[in-house]
């Protein structure tokens, strides 16, 4: 079982797992109410078997987040999330760019938020997804066309994060090319 850490930030206990030792960072942040197990076996994934410096963070803000990734010096990384952690992560990104080499988001909520310009960024979602429809993904897509991918997972729902873990954390993999 991976270690669960907390930093304090002006009394706020931020939760986190650090694991892996890639040259190239990851952050991961839950959808709201979910804990970081919900993407535990893709981030495990990607740090053991895919070589990832993989950062879970149970943050519910931007500074959360930045303050984090300060503590465990990560300069930069890809940041991404699922559902409500994939748009606290366009928040981050959005905000703070020049720490971003790329957004992943596991499915995306329906939220008018501008893409940070010039990055990269990967939208994993579920075919049968009803809380963020693949619908708003293929949107977000199309504003960025050139340098947003899009990845469906066919039977997959909104838990496709803990439903298909490996597919997803494969996903990932190949798209960010670091084996």
Known sequence: MTQISTFDL???TVPFV??????????????????GEALAVIAHYLAEEAGFRVV??????????????????LEDAWIGGHGGGGTLARHVVAEHHERSNGLLLLGVEDEDIALAPALPVLIIQGA?????????????????????????LPD??????????????????????WD
């Open 128 to 152: 049968t997804d009803d809380v963020t429809p693949p619908v708003n993904g293929d949107r977000l897509q199309a504003t960025a066309p050139e340098r947003a991918s899009v990845k469906t």
């Open 10 to 12: 002006e009394g706020r």
């Open 18 to 35: 650090d694991e892996g030792e890639g040259p190239v960072g990851l952050v991961l942040i839950p959808g709201i109410g979910r804990t």
């Open 56 to 73: 879970q963070i149970g943050a519910d803000s931007v500074e959360e987040v930045v303050a984090v990734m300060d503590h465990v010096g």
């Open 156 to 177: 997959a729902d909104h838990h496709f994060p803990v439903s298909h873990p490996i597919e997803t954390a494969v996903i990932i993999e190949e798209y960010l090319d």
